[in-house]
């Protein structure tokens, strides 16, 4: 079983940054696939960005060069850095870990940019 708690978000203004935390359950963390997704109201979830095992990375172009996902295998953690935030950026965030055959989500955590 795989635990996933998300934290770091928040009301910000556009232009700002905030930075989100997930801490991950499990002995074989190092191993999993570990992503961030969001869903803006009456929207389908969509990707932000994954890590691999191995630190290969992915994002969705509409945050690439903005945000900045990493992981910290010896603290059981992923990150998510988010630059340059845009009102369109406003969604519940997700933190995702893929380990077969199932993958698992948190609760999720509010962003919401606004003036």
């Known amino acids: 079983q795989v635990q996933l708690v998300e934290s770091g978000g928040g009301l910000v203004q556009p232009g700002g940054s905030l930075k989100l935390s997930c801490a991950a359950s499990?002995?074989?963390?190092?191993?999993?696939?570990m992503g961030w997704y969001r869903q803006a109201p009456g929207q389908p979830r969509e990707l932000v960005a994954t890590i691999g095992s191995g630190g290969t990375t992915n994002y969705a172009d509409s945050v690439k060069g903005r945000f900045t996902i990493s992981r910290d295998n010896a603290k059981n953690m992923v990150y998510l850095q988010m630059n340059s935030l845009k009102p369109e950026d406003t969604a519940l965030y997700y933190c995702?870990?893929?380990?077969?055959?199932?993958?698992?989500w948190g609760q999720g955590t509010q962003v919401t940019v606004s003036s």
């Open positions: 995702n870990a893929w380990v077969p055959p199932a993958d698992h």
């Open positions: 499990g002995s074989f963390f190092s191993n999993y696939k």
